[in-house]
């Protein structure tokens, strides 16, 4: 199974920082934030990556290269001017769905996460597994309902906040062109059809939205480095 990260965005609610420096590649703890995801990957796994990118991708071919450095294979989908989320992943199709595997993990660049990656397994009732986690201060009203089933709703008692961490399968795509959209609408119509399985995560997430919580994931992993030096 292959791997897609989302890193095509202008990151405009981080300028300044992002008027030079693709928000990918802003640094937490002394590291890129996608080398964070990268990382994660190969733990569970996964060997070979497909990024997409526009704002400033040349820098994070340079900085990422072929994949060698971090135990990878990455491929680029390069967009010119970025396409919204659906768009960028249907471009990227060829390069993510093969004979091998319909299936493939889809990760927003602009966050942080605890997420153990190996617990996403295709199933076979479903074209989407959505990773949703508790709610944040800064997005009380959530995103989805997780029914007793296991199943994600758009509307409920109870919302959680979709990670942007997901198993895709290319069914989801189907009949669409890169000028999709966003992918929100894609899985909220294939939840009206019972489609979308949800994932519940109790650990860490950070949405990396603003420069202040930037700073504070910087803080945070600091925080955590003298103990993940013990573990080694």
């Known amino acids: 199974m292959k791997a897609m990260i989302l890193a095509a965005g202008k ?18 703890a002394g590291k890129p934030l996608i080398s964070y995801h ?11 990556v497909v990024i997409n990118h ?53 990760i927003n660049g602009d966050i942080w996460s605890d997420f153990d990656l190996s617990q996403l397994t295709p199933t076979v009732d479903a074209d989407a597994l959505l990773v949703v ?10 995103d989805f309902n997780l029914t007793d089933l296991g199943s994600l709703i758009d509307d409920g008692p109870d919302t959680l906040t979709f990670t942007g961490i997901s198993l895709l399968h290319r069914r989801l795509f189907e009949g669409l062109t890169d000028q999709a959209g966003k992918l929100g609408p894609v899985l909220r119509n294939a939840m009206r059809e019972g489609r979308v399985k949800g994932l519940y995560h109790p650990g860490q997430w950070v949405d990396v939205g603003t420069p202040e919580r930037l700073q ?3 803080r945070r992993l600091a925080d955590r480095e003298p103990e993940n030096h013990d573990r080694q």
């Open 216 to 218: 504070a994931l910087d």
């Open 11 to 28: 990151g405009e609610r981080m300028r300044p920082l992002t008027l030079a420096t693709p928000k990918p590649l802003l640094r937490a």
């Open 133 to 142: 986690t508790d709610n944040p201060a800064h997005h009380p009203q959530g």
């Open 54 to 106: 526009a704002w400033l991708g040349d820098q994070i071919e340079e900085t990422l290269g072929n994949g060698d450095q971090f135990g990878l294979s990455i491929q680029y989908s390069r967009e010119g001017e970025p396409l919204e989320t659906a768009g960028g992943i249907v471009r990227a199709l060829p390069l993510l769905a093969d004979e091998e595997s319909d299936w493939f993990i889809v």
């Open 38 to 48: 990268l990382e994660h990957l190969r733990r569970a796994g996964i060997r070979h």
